[in-house]
């Protein structure tokens, strides 16, 4: 009984590299569905750029209600979902694909809803339930990977840690705001 070698031995691994090398980093060792997982990052795209969208609104509003320290989360948030959406755009293009920054139907491929609420305590609601439906869509996509695209996958569990303490932060907001 002969095992099965885990590594591919190094003739073959450098006979493939040569192989369509205009496919830059996606060798023919990519076992992932390369489509699907393009699909997916632009449907996360679209999500982080609704969100930076969204928190911008939130920060503008809540500025001008004299409420500084949640403006200032919210600004945070802000840049930091718009570095989700650049980390997502460039790994888009590695898979050779084409990041999709359209208006034209963003709502749509984005998972979570733009809601410009009234009050704070609206915005943070908002926010929370934005970040919540950021976090269960990762955690699938995290899981749909699997072992195929890892490079992907530990981007997106990158993401997904920071939707996790903007989450908690709004919680935090919430319970502040609550007991004012
Ligand atoms: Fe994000
Ligand atoms: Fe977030």
Redesign the pocket.
Same mark, same amino acid.
């Given at each position: 009984m002969t095992d099965k070698p885990f590594l591919t031995d190094i003739k073959t691994l450098r006979k493939r590299a040569r192989e369509h090398i205009e496919k830059g980093a996606v060798t023919p060792g990519y076992t992932g569905d390369r489509e699907t997982v393009i699909k997916l990052l632009n449907e996360a795209l679209a999500t *982080?750029t609704v969100?930076v969208l969204r928190?911008k609104r939130h920060y503008f509003m809540a500025s001008g209600i004299n409420a500084q320290s949640v403006a200032e989360e919210f600004l945070q !948030?802000a840049t %930091? %979902?718009q570095g !989700?959406a650049d980390e997502l755009a460039q790994r888009i293009v590695q898979l050779g694909g084409e990041p999709n920054l359209s208006p034209d139907g963003m709502l749509t491929r984005s998972h979570s809803e733009y809601v410009e609420g009234t009050s704070l305590r609206d915005m943070i609601t908002e926010?929370l339930v934005?970040?919540r439906i950021?976090i269960d869509s990762y955690r699938e996509m995290i899981h749909y990977l699997g072992a195929n695209d890892p490079t992907s996958r530990r981007m997106l569990e990158g993401?997904l840690a920071? *939707?996790e *303490?903007?989450?908690e932060d709004l919680v935090s907001l919430l319970d502040e705001l609550g007991s004012s």
């Open positions: *982080e969100c928190y !948030h %930091e %979902e !989700h926010d934005a970040e950021a993401i920071v *939707e *303490e903007h989450a």
